[in-house]
């Protein structure tokens, strides 16, 4: 899987919205998007992912480039829940085997009150 | 109803002993996957399965082995523990290969002391 880059840390206010960047400058064209976050002492938990048009959920908003060699998380109103380490990562949608996440360092979110 | 479970979740234990850690999908998915967490908070693929069969072994000590006696159940077995897989590990399961979104368990915290 390519690499992603993405800030240590980020910090916001609460019910402020969170603009989470990633940068993937070596994705290819099978490469996924894919956005996972991890709240403390728990596993890791799906955001959302996308190809190439921006993609809205429940949960989050992700903004992809033209180029594809960036994108952005967004939540709209960040709560104190939303407080996690949020990873960006890579996943090549071709199919023809089962194939692991490679999980970056990510970036530790911290949602002040 | 948990998605994905595991047992225990936590385990101390001596080194040189054998262990085990049992992982439970009862979301009808096709592969399952364990995933280590070390001390510095990077998580790795270690395994995954794809309808009992391994698909991939990343360079993982031949003392870890998967187990999976049916669809719904990867268990990891590990021998002859050492203080270096003091860890957390995490089972996951995705319904298809590819770009199909990952469900992770709540982890289990193996310390070898």
């Known amino acids: 899987d390519a690499k992603t880059t993405q800030p240590n840390s980020m910090e916001s206010n609460e019910e402020e919205p969170v603009h989470l960047p990633c940068n993937h400058s070596?994705?290819?064209?099978?490469?996924?998007i894919h956005w996972y976050r991890q709240l403390p002492s728990q596993g890791p938990e799906y955001v959302i992912h996308?190809?190439?048009s921006n993609v809205n959920n429940r949960m989050a908003s992700l903004a992809i480039a033209e180029d594809r060699k960036s994108s952005t998380l967004i939540l709209h109103r960040a709560t104190l829940r939303d407080a996690a380490v949020y990873y960006c990562?890579?996943?090549f949608g071709g199919g023809g085997g089962a194939d692991g996440l490679t999980f970056g360092k990510g970036t530790h979110l911290i949602i002040q009150p | 109803d948990t998605a994905v479970s595991q047992t225990p979740k936590y385990l101390v234990t001596q080194m040189g002993n054998d262990k085990s850690i049992k992982c439970e999908q009862n979301?009808?998915?096709?592969?399952m996957y364990w995933y280590k967490q070390d001390s510095k908070k990077f998580l790795k693929i270690m395994f995954s399965?794809?309808?009992?069969?391994?698909?991939i072994n990343e360079t993982v000590p031949n003392r870890f082995s998967p187990k999976s006696p049916d669809k719904a159940h990867l268990n990891l077995h590990i021998n002859s523990l050492e203080l270096g897989d003091s860890a957390v590990y995490f089972c996951?399961?995705?319904?298809?290969?590819?770009?199909?979104?990952?469900?992770f368990g709540p982890g289990t915290r193996l310390l070898v002391l």
């Open positions: 996951a399961s995705s319904h298809r290969q590819g770009e199909e979104t990952q469900y």
């Open positions: 070596t994705i290819s064209g099978t490469d996924y």
């Open positions: 996308g190809l190439t």
């Open positions: 990562i890579l996943h």
């Open positions: 979301l009808g998915h096709d592969t």
């Open positions: 399965y794809n309808n009992k069969e391994l698909i």
